[in-house]
Nanobody, 121 residues
Framework: QVQLVESGGGLVQAGGSLRLSCAAS????????MGWFRQNSGKEREIVAA????????YYADSVKGRFTISRDNAENMVYLQMNSLKPEDTAVYHC??????????????WGQGTQVTVSS
C-alpha cells in the first residue's frame, strides 16, 4: 500500500493562492492514478482534480476549472495542487488519494489524513 501525507494548507484571503503537496511513500506513486478531494463540515466529500499515472489525462471539477492545477512528479513521489483565485467556498479539508486504475467515479483505496484550507472573505 502507498502511504500519503498532505501539506501546504493554511489560512488565506479570498483571491490568494496556496499550493498543496502530497508526499507518497511505501510504493512508487507512478503506480497510481492520483486525486485531490475536499470535504467541508456538513457537506459530502467531492473530487476536486485527478490525473492518471503519467499526467496525460486530467480531470477537474467544474467549480475549480481555470483556478486549480493538479500535477505530479513521479521521480520525487509527489503530487501537487496549485490553487489560485481562492474563494471562501473553497474552504475545506483537502485529501490526497490514490487508485490503481484511473477511474474518477471508481474506488479510491488510499487516503492521506488531510490538510485544512481556510479562505477568508
Amino acid at each position: 500500500q502507498v502511504q500519503l501525507v498532505e501539506s501546504g494548507g493554511g489560512l488565506v484571503q479570498a483571491g490568494g493562492s496556496l499550493r498543496l503537496s502530497c508526499a507518497a511513500s511505501g510504493r512508487p506513486v507512478s503506480m497510481y492514478a492520483m486525486g485531490w478531494f475536499r470535504q467541508n463540515s456538513g457537506k459530502e466529500r467531492e473530487i476536486v482534480a485527478a490525473l492518471n499515472w503519467s499526467g496525460g489525462s486530467i480531470y477537474y471539477a467544474d467549480s475549480v476549472k481555470g483556478r486549480f492545477t493538479i500535477s505530479r512528479d513521479n521521480a520525487e513521489n509527489m503530487v501537487y495542487l496549485q490553487m489560485n483565485s481562492l474563494k471562501p467556498e473553497d474552504t475545506a479539508v483537502y485529501h490526497c488519494a490514490a487508485q490503481r486504475l484511473y477511474n474518477i467515479a471508481g474506488q479510491w483505496n488510499n487516503w492521506g489524513q488531510g490538510t485544512q484550507v481556510t479562505v477568508s472573505s
